[in-house]
């Protein structure tokens, strides 16, 4: 079940993985035992290989000797350390699983850290995992391509025999990332004796027979005509079919509308379809594969959501959404239940963890169970397939309209009735690192993973039915103990669910993208938050005071469509923003969405934009495909489709070449050999200095603009130490070392800053000077003094004085310090990681300077340019009301004064390492990292006094212009166009004048005066995207509301040359 945002944040912890108790002995003895491995000793090796009656293992007698191999699961199962104990006696290896901490909720973000991303490796602990396909998206690329391991294995593991969506979903770009060994897909469970109950009446009342849904509209009808019967023998009414309201049960009710065929379909000369050798059609239910826009404005959607919204209405949900259908099964009030076949298992087994209990009296005697009604041959809990649809959408025709299912329409129905299983989150599978796994450790798991194929899905860890093969056997093994007519039932269905498309199947994908989550949770608070569960007045469906009178879609037609059409609406601009925040933006999620669903041809960003620019340009327009693709090359080869788009561009972009040809012309007019090289130096001379002109232009512009977005995002996330840890240290421990111990919250959006911050957590920004031209603190004494302000902070403030609830910056522990270039990208979002604490601590005892003769103080501190840089970016967004001083153990911590800020405003006229040793070996000075970061927070302040006299907060305008009054009187100190720079090349000293703002300020000015507000010019499109907030944060007097990026909500935990201070 779903997180709510908040709650995940609270609720994760600091570790990465952890291992039960009692494993550490386990795997000892396992690698006590195989470190005796004796290939020659024939008999052992059989006894040792053989086991569980299987073959694979046979030539594997001490393959692996000595190699270690670790996986990461989510779920804890004790069958784990029989099987590995079985491999590692076997092969000699010594592999271990260990399990997530933080369940599957946390795998996701584990599998990140792990694996590693666009702009970072990742940790690389673990060779192997365990994971849902709808993770694999954003790690894809950094697991190992199984293709060559599955070719050489054909002869144990026929690919094709695994179940086609499970296939689909562990693919890209046609290569297999990771290997299932189980699938989930939504089915039907009804109640035999409840249908046999209510027969005679439900005939008597409708003059038909009730009878196994066999279409989503007749599950509806049947679903509302029980609803309100009394099923258990209580006297109280109770449900149609029972149902937890969530996305991938929607999709289930739209896959048979959405979805006809998979691949292009052919006709024979006896008129029957085959649709198993074309190419892919890409129908789907998710996003259009030429567009990327959402398949959400069509007939078909719409008819899904009108038959879902009555399907929820006639369940077990009460208002508000409180839906527990595992709860309403147990008691006997449902008529049925969908759900993914694990939990359908335990409702329907006799004694299944959610089973239907019988009713006792007082004496504890049955007075009512279960199929007392049913007859010999009859079982009360059944399965089925989940009903089709009889209408589907017409992909061919425009608009895409609902047609019935008939024809080349619906070329795979079965009397008339479309079909298309879908295979909520894909499939569970094994996935191999590809990045930081040896070779001997990924044959090693390898070599487990086909064992594991082998082994009777009983006596293993993970036991899904997920090929076909599974099926020949006279009960499936997973069935071997159940009654005849369930396992009967679970072959039927998935003899069905499992048919691929070239068998007649037209089994229906899951999302597998970047920000799956977020697309499904913005789906789930549009639909069931906002629409479904919401009452009338707020704009929902439902009627609170009333259920009997919410909404219905045929006799409330009008309000009913118009809320649904502000559903769609507000669905759709979510989905925008999601794809806005994604690397790459709807471009890139295109290109990757046509590789999960492996449709050819492959297209690239000059494809995908091509074909738009022929066939939808308002599309090309909104991916912003002008900017990403060779203009000179679509100038060649659709001249005519640019000129359409924007008149004159082609011409703009051949004007030099035909400036050039000009020139010529009249020089061989006037005939001057000596005019043409003046003709053409000039010419040349104004092209390159117009280019200077506008290469400037651009660059100030684009200078502006990524200042604006570094106060709204964050280049590196936000490193955080818990309190707690922080003061058990003993020392500032490098940054590095906290991460490889998984000892750092980490935050990734500013939107995660703010959740993390509602949820009652404390952030402490700790600034200090070094102490040490290579070392913070050489003596220890700040951190001492750091330890003691945190806990006299928590105390004066009615905190939990464990400081469990508060989390510390501080450089050296939340800066990478390795690696320069990841560095670089935290530096950038320092101002950011000022803002966002609530607390700001100047941390200045009198202690020593290891390199230098000198004390270091408060003076000294306040000289430096990067402690003022700190304090500036905390108080021009915060004010100085959360900002303390500490100048040792024995002084009290104090507040900083209000008119603190003047000095440190100043902040490139402090003093930096980087001067005092004249650059040797570094290519730019300090102080130019932090032109981005100062200029943005400006153009904050400076927007919030132009706008202030349209109803701002009176006291922090007050404080806006005290630090703009400040700034008017020194501009040119506090920001100073150039500086000296002193460096060193070939053993040479030389001083030079660098631009540093430049006239960047009075630019910034202009922008916001001209009424664009703190608008961004995205790529000089002369587009304007204005981003407007209140000056407001954290309830200081400056304080920051809404300028946030509001994104996937996670905490991961864990995650050149050092800064000094």
């Known amino acids: 079940m779903k997180q709510h945002p908040i709650a995940l944040l609270a609720l994760l912890s600091t570790s990465i993985a952890q291992v039960p108790q009692d494993y550490e002995q386990c795997i000892d003895d396992v690698v006590l035992k195989s470190s005796t491995c004796n290939p020659n000793d024939v008999e052992l090796c059989r006894e040792r290989c053989g086991v569980l009656n299987t073959q694979f293992l046979l030539d594997k007698c001490c393959a692996h000797d000595g190699v270690t191999a670790s996986i990461l699961a989510y779920e804890p199962n004790e069958l784990w350390v029989d099987r590995l104990n079985d491999y590692n006696l076997c092969t000699g290896a010594k592999v271990r699983v260990d399990y997530v901490d933080g369940g599957e909720d946390a795998m996701p973000r584990a599998l990140a850290v792990d694996i590693g991303n666009g702009f970072e490796d990742g940790q690389g602990i673990y060779d192997a995992y365990i994971a849902h396909t709808p993770w694999l998206p954003s790690i894809y690329d950094g697991l190992k391509n199984l293709s060559a391991y599955i070719e050489k294995n054909a002869k144990f593991v026929d690919i094709m ?41 439900y005939r008597e009342t409708y003059n038909e027979e009730i009878a196994v849904p066999k279409t989503i509209e007749e599950l509806v009808l049947v ?81 899904a959501f009108d038959l879902y919204n009555r399907f929820v209405r006639a369940s077990n949900c009460k208002p508000g959404g409180i839906c527990d259908f595992k709860a309403a099964f147990s008691d006997g009030r449902c008529a049925g239940a969908i759900a993914l076949p694990e939990t359908l298992t335990e ?17 504890g005697n049955v007075v009512w169970a279960p199929g007392q009604n049913l007859s010999d041959g009859e079982y009360w809990g059944r399965r089925s397939i989940f009903p089709g649809s009889d209408k589907v959408l017409d992909w061919t025709t425009p608009g895409r309209p609902l047609v019935d299912c008939v024809g080349m329409k619906c070329p795979l129905a079965n009397d008339g009735i479309n079909y298309s299983p879908f295979f909520g989150e894909g499939a569970d599978v094994y996935a191999i690192n590809g990045r930081q796994t040896k070779p001997q450790a990924a044959d090693a798991i390898w070599d487990l993973i086909m064992w594991f194929s082998e082994v009777e899905p009983i006596y293993k860890p993970l036991n899904g039915m997920y090929r076909t093969s599974q099926l020949a056997a006279e009960k499936p093994k997973v069935a071997i103990d159940w009654n005849d007519i369930m396992a009967e039932d679970l072959r039927q269905v998935l003899m069905h669910e499992f048919k691929s498309d070239d068998m007649g199947g037209n089994p229906s994908q899951d999302l597998m993208l970047r920000a799956v989550d977020e697309y499904i949770y913005a789906l789930d608070i549009e639909m069931h938050q906002k629409l479904i569960f919401a009452d009338v007045s707020d704009g929902g469906l439902y009627n609170e005071n009333d259920p009997s009178k919410s909404l219905d879609a045929v006799k409330d037609k009008r309000v009913y469509d118009a809320n649904y059409q502000r559903f769609i609406s507000d669905l759709e601009a979510r989905f925008d923003d999601i794809n806005g925040r994604q690397d790459g933006g709807a471009l890139r999620q ?59 561009l082609c011409v703009s972009v051949n004007s030099s070449d035909q400036t050039t040809t000009i020139v010529i012309v009249l020089c061989s007019v006037l005939g001057g050999g000596f005019l043409v090289l003046v003709l053409l130096f000039v010419f040349h001379q104004f092209r390159k200095m117009r280019a200077i002109a506008q290469g400037h232009e651009q660059l100030m512009e684009a200078t502006l603009n990524e200042s604006i977005r570094s106060l709204r995002q964050l280049d590196y996330p936000l490193h955080l130490v818990r309190g707690d840890d922080f003061v058990a240290e003993g020392k500032l421990l490098r940054h590095e070392v906290l991460r490889n111990t998984h000892r750092l919250t980490v935050l990734d959006s500013l939107s995660d800053v703010d959740s993390f911050i509602d949820v009652g957590k404390h952030i402490v920004f700790l600034s200090h000077q070094w102490t040490s031209f290579s070392c913070p603190d050489a003596y220890g004494a700040q951190y001492k003094a750091m330890c003691i302000s945190l806990k006299e902070l928590a105390r004066e403030s009615g905190w939990d004085e464990s400081l ?144 202030g006299g ?64 703190f608008a961004i010019d995205d790529d000089n499109t002369n587009t304007m995207t204005t981003i407007g907030s209140d000056y407001v944060r954290h309830g200081a007097d400056l304080v920051r509301n809404d300028l946030v990026r509001h994104g996937a909500t996670m905490i991961r935990h864990g995650a050149g040359q050092g800064i000094r201070y």
Request: glycine share 6%.
């Open 161 to 201: 025999d695994i179940d086609q969506a499970a296939r689909d979903a562990s693919a890209y770009g046609g290569e297999m990332v990771a290997f299932p060994y189980d699938t989930n897909y939504f089915a039907m469970g009804w109640r035999q004796d409840v249908f046999k109950l209510h027969s005679a009446s």
């Open 223 to 303: 679903s509302e005509r029980l609803n309100g019967l009394d099923h258990n023998g209580d006297g109280e009414p109770d449900w149609g079919f029972c149902v937890s309201p969530q996305t991938k049960v929607f999709y289930a009710f739209l896959a048979p509308v959405m979805q006809t065929h998979l691949r292009e379909c052919k006709t024979n000369t006896d008129g029957e379809f085959h649709c198993g050798v074309g190419e892919r059609t890409g129908q789907n239910l998710f996003f259009d594969v030429d567009t990327f826009e959402p398949l959400i404005h069509n007939e078909g959607f719409k008819y």
């Open 347 to 363: 409702m329907l087994l006799e004694d299944g963890e959610y089973t239907i209990q019988p009713r006792l009296d007082e004496e």
């Open 590 to 648: 295109l290109i990757l969405w046509r590789e999960s669903l492996d449709l050819q041809p492959k297209k690239d960003e000059q494809d995908v934009c091509s074909d738009l620019l022929a066939t939808n340009q308002a599309i090309f327009e909104k991916m912003n495909c002008i900017s990403k693709v060779n203009l000179q090359s679509l100038c060649d080869t659709q001249k005519d489709d640019i000129e359409e788009y924007s008149p004159g």
């Open 804 to 947: 469990k609830d508060v989390f510390v910056w501080a450089d050296f522990c939340c800066l990478p310090q390795a690696n320069a270039s990841i560095q670089s990208l935290a530096v950038r979002s320092l101002a950011a990681y000022a803002a966002s604490a609530t607390y700001f601590i100047i941390v200045a005892p009198d202690t020593k300077h290891a390199d230098l003769d000198e004390v270091c103080d408060i003076d000294t501190y306040q000289k430096r340019m990067w402690t003022r840089a700190e304090q500036v970016c905390h108080s021009m967004r915060n004010g100085t009301e959360g900002m303390f001083i500490t100048k040792g153990e024995e002084l009290p911590l104090a507040k900083v004064e209000h008119d603190f800020f003047k000095e440190s405003l100043r902040v490139f006229e402090g003093e930096l390492t980087c001067c005092r040793l004249e650059h040797k070996g570094m290519s730019v000075c300090d102080r130019q990292c932090l032109v981005i970061p100062l200029l943005g927070l400006f153009g904050e302040l400076y927007r919030a006094s132009v706008e």
């Open 950 to 1013: 349209k109803g701002g907060n009176i006291a922090a305008l007050s404080s806006v212009e005290a630090f703009l009054t400040e700034i008017e009187m020194h501009q040119d100190s506090v920001f100073p166009p150039t500086f000296s720079r002193t460096t060193w090349r070939k053993n040479k000293q030389f001083v030079e004048e660098i631009v540093l703002f430049g006239d960047l300020i009075d630019r910034m000015k202009a922008r916001v005066k001209g009424g664009g507000g």
